[in-house]
Every structure is written in structure tokens, then in C-alpha cells.
């Protein structure tokens, strides 16, 4: 009974859109929030303050889940036999575990050529998903997706999917439940395509609406220091949303640029190495909702950052790391105060992407030099952390 057993769907009453009969769940949601001293020394933070939502818990290894069991079920809804999406691979393999698993549809898959971890391609592999490599990044695979979706009448499961983002709100319903309802101070994402920024502010705009709660946590959206468009857009030129109303003018300005010059989204936290974030608006819209602030964290940080979240007895994919850099940033810089209850939420799991931790840990040199050699990370930094 997916009411019961999916940590998703045991919230149905405030994801509206989909009668009991019909949800689809593989088990998705059953994770929780972990209090770590040792990673909130890290930050900086006050004893008992950090906590961590560990979203690599979920059946495929990452938070996609949560999405992806409300995405599929409209998807079946509708009668869909094809589903599709652009992906750094977490999203990818979590449709191909969905439509394996539930028989409704076959998955196809668009990733940029040579961007995806091992991990995350087999997963989509063996689950039986159509794989198409773009020559390109995400950005590439992205466009290209959106075209080949709407000519050929394919279901499209981005997070441009409003059903994800509903599924997607359920990560901060647990966040509360496991506070006793209490609302933290700070809540940090990393930020990629901008979906879960996103839907987070929705579930406490609603909440709030609903009368469940009185005052809404600080949002911290964190970009990889080489795909940081938001960080741009927001910190430095001030691009807001308001009142609905979104300038467009830098927006429009920033893509010529990144056109003009080439800027490609480069950075060892693949699953966020994107420079056009879909949900660029409705993230604008939450940063607004939640007071919220935008930072960027070189890979350096990131791997560090990582490092120390394993030596806390978790563990997580690069790309979840950065939560936890730029919460040591913003708690250097007295944004956040040691005393504040904060939230990091880890994205993915340890091992999505085992070559960066291989490569970060290794005495091979060899091994370094290839996937990290070129990146300007050291392993001095490491030791001396
Ligand atoms: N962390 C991980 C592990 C991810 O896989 C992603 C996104 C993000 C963070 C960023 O989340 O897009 O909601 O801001 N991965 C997508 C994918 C793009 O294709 O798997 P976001």
C-alpha cells in the first residue's frame, strides 16, 4: 500500500493530483535526518545544530525518487508508453528504476557524452532504459530533449515536470516530521537545474497556507564554483523576483555572454554541471519565499567537504558535498551563526560516483592526474584540512 510504505506517499493529501488507486512506488522516501557533531565541527556550528537529510537512501541512490514516483504516476495517468529526460544521471536512472519496475513505460535517456559517472550510466543501462549520448553537456541534451519530446509526443520527466517538484516537497515534509515540527534555520541545497530549491519553497508555502506552520526556514542554494549561474545571476547582478515579476534583461545578457565566450559548466560535481538551470524562475521565487541567499564553492571545497561528511559515517556523491561546503562558507562569513539549526540536505549517494573519491584519497599519482589533475584540487589540502 503505497500510503503506508512510500515515504512520499504518505503525504498524498498535499499532493493532490493523484487518486490512491493509481500511485506508483517502489519504496521511495523511507530516509531520515541525521544529527552529526562530527560534520558540524566541520562548519562551524554549535553542538547539535547540523543535521544531514540523507536522500542516498532512496532505491535508486539518489532524491530523484521522490520526484520521479509522482512524475511516473501522472505519466500512467496520461496513458504514456515513452518517458524521457536530459540528465546528469541521477535523474536517468531513477526513471529507468521506475519504468522497469512498474512496466508502464520504456525510459529514454539523453546524457552528454562523456558526463556521466559510471555508477549512475550502468544503473540506466541495466535497468533497460534507451540510452542516447549527445555530443555536448547537460545544457545540449537538454534542449535537444525538449524537442524530440514534444515532436514525437514522449512524456518529458525533467523538473520542468511540475509532478516531480511535487513529490520533491515531501523531502521537506520528513525534515519537519523529524524535527518534532520545529522549523530549522537554514535549510542548504546544492543547486543544479534548480528543481528541489524549487519545490522545497513549495511545500512551505503551502504548509504555511495550510496553517501548519507560523514562520518559514532561510533557504542556501549552493552552485559548483564552475557551473554557478544562479550565484551570478543573483549575488552579483541582482536579478530578483518580484511580485512575479522577473527582470530579464541580465538573464537574456548572462546566456549571450555564456554564448559568446563559450563558458561551459565545468566542475567534478558532474550531477550539478549545469549553466541553464530549467527552474531558473521558480528558484528566484523561492529564494525570494525563504529569504535566501546563493553561493558558490570551488571543487576543492567540495571534495573536502565530502571527505569530512564520509569521516561522519555517512557518505555521499560529490555534488551533495557542496551543501556542505557552502555551509561552511556562509558560516565563515557570519551569514550562518554557530547556533542556528541547519539542515544540509545530501542529494546522492557515495556511490554514484566512486572515481572522485577514489582519485581524492589515492597515492597513485596516476589516478589523481586523471580525474583530478586538472582541476586544480590538491591532496595537501586534504591532509591539512
Ligand atoms: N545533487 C544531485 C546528486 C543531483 O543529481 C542533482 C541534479 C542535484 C543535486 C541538483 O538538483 O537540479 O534540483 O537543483 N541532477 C539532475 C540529473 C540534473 O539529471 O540527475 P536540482
Redesign the pocket.
Known amino acids: 500500500n503505497p500510503v503506508r510504505f512510500s515515504g512520499v506517499w504518505r503525504f498524498h493529501e498535499l499532493l493532490p493530483f493523484a487518486p490512491q488507486d493509481k500511485l506508483v512506488t517502489v519504496g521511495e522516501g523511507q530516509t531520515l535526518l541525521q544529527q552529526t557533531d562530527r560534520v558540524g565541527d566541520y562548519v562551524g556550528m554549535n553542538h547539535g545544530q547540523l543535521h544531514l537529510q540523507y536522500e542516498g537512501m532512496n532505491p535508486s541512490g539518489?532524491?530523484?525518487d521522490n520526484g520521479m514516483c509522482a512524475a511516473v504516476t501522472h505519466a500512467s495517468m496520461m496513458g504514456a508508453k515513452r518517458a524521457a529526460?536530459?540528465?546528469?544521471?541521477?535523474?536517468?536512472a531513477s526513471l529507468a528504476l521506475y519504468c522497469s519496475a512498474t512496466r508502464l513505460m520504456k525510459a529514454v535517456i539523453f546524457i552528454g557524452s562523456g558526463k556521466i559517472s559510471y555508477g549512475k550510466l550502468s544503473q540506466a543501462l541495466d535497468y533497460g532504459a534507451l540510452t542516447v549520448q549527445i555530443a555536448g553537456d547537460?545544457d545540449d541534451a537538454m534542449l535537444r530533449v525538449r524537442e524530440v519530446a514534444s515532436e514525437l509526443g514522449i512524456y518529458l520527466v525533467n523538473?520542468v515536470n511540475p509532478f516531480r517538484l511535487e513529490g520533491q516537497k515531501t523531502i521537506m515534509f520528513r525534515v519537519l516530521e523529524s524535527l518534532g515540527w520545529e522549523i530549522p534555520d537554514w535549510i542548504v541545497v546544492?543547486?543544479?537545474?534548480?528543481?528541489?530549491?524549487s519545490a522545497f519553497a513549495k511545500a512551505f508555502m503551502e504548509l504555511k497556507q495550510h496553517g501548519l506552520i507560523d514562520k518559514v526556514p532561510r533557504l542556501a542554494v549552493i552552485n559548483a564554483g564552475g557551473a554557478d549561474t544562479l550565484y551570478e545571476l543573483y549575488e552579483r547582478r541582482g536579478v530578483r523576483w518580484n511580485a512575479g515579476r522577473v527582470v530579464m534583461d541580465p538573464i537574456v545578457d548572462y546566456n549571450d555572454k555564456m554564448d559568446r565566450e563559450h563558458i561551459r559548466a565545468d566542475t567534478i560535481a558532474s550531477?550539478?554541471e549545469?549553466n541553464r538551470?530549467v527552474?531558473l524562475k521558480k528558484c528566484l521565487r523561492a529564494l525570494d519565499f525563504m529569504d535566501g541567499v546563493v553561493r558558490q564553492v570551488p571543487d576543492q571545497d567540495i571534495l573536502d567537504a565530502k571527505a569530512k561528511i564520509g569521516e561522519g559515517g555517512f557518505g555521499c556523491?560529490p555534488?551533495?558535498a557542496a551543501s556542505v561546503a557552502g555551509a561552511k562558507l556562509l558560516r565563515r562569513e557570519g551569514v550562518i551563526a554557530p547556533s542556528d539549526r541547519v539542515v544540509c540536505v545530501l542529494?546522492?549517494h557515495e556511490l554514484?560516483d566512486p572515481s572522485a573519491t577514489v582519485a581524492y584519497h589515492t597515492s597513485d599519482q596516476d589516478v589523481f592526474n586523471k580525474t583530478l589533475g586538472s582541476r586544480g584540487v590538491t591532496k595537501a589540502s586534504y591532509a591539512n584540512r
Open positions: 539518489s532524491f530523484k529526460c536530459a540528465s546528469t544521471g541521477n535523474t536517468s547537460f523538473s546544492p543547486g543544479g537545474n534548480l528543481g528541489n530549491s550531477a550539478i549545469i538551470p527552474n556523491e555534488a551533495s542529494t546522492g554514484k
